[in-house]
Nanobody
Framework: VQLQASGGGLVQGGGSLRLSCAAS????????MGWFRQAPGKEREFVAT????????QYADSVEGRFTISRDNSKNTVYLQMNSLKPEDTAVYYC?????????????????WGQGTLVTVSS
């Protein structure tokens, strides 16, 4: 599967953005999906994950209550709605996919990665 992330940009603190990740190929609904981010000078970190059917979701503590992951299997797309953005959310955001029925919070669990989209939050 190939992944294409989009929707990043510059936003003021407190604002919102919605990231999208479009997947090509078949059987998107068999993939669990995840969002990760990497800030300058830092390691890639987990943000959110959603199971193949959308019934299971997990978030990093730092984004719980502000970010929402969702998916539309009819459109082969996963979303990350980001509200109440903070300057510390500034990073390149990556979507990732792995075949599985659960949710997966470790980057090493994922086989497929998108190219990343930059989110910059100004103070």
């Amino acid at each position: 599967v190939q992944l294409q992330a989009s929707g990043g940009g510059l936003v003021q603190g407190g604002g919102s953005l919605r990231l999208s990740c479009a997947a090509s190929g078949r059987a998107f609904s068999t993939y669990a999906m995840g969002w990760f981010r990497q800030a300058p000078g830092k390691e890639r970190e987990f943000v959110a994950t959603i199971s193949w059917g959308g019934s299971l979701r997990q978030y990093a503590d730092s984004v719980e209550g502000r970010f929402t992951i969702s998916r539309d299997n009819s459109k082969n797309t996963v979303y990350l709605q980001m509200n109440s953005l903070k300057p510390e959310d500034t990073a390149v955001y990556y979507c990732a996919a792995v075949i599985g029925r659960s949710v997966y919070a470790r980057a090493s669990d994922y086989l497929y990665w998108g190219q990343g989209t930059l989110v910059t939050v100004s103070s």
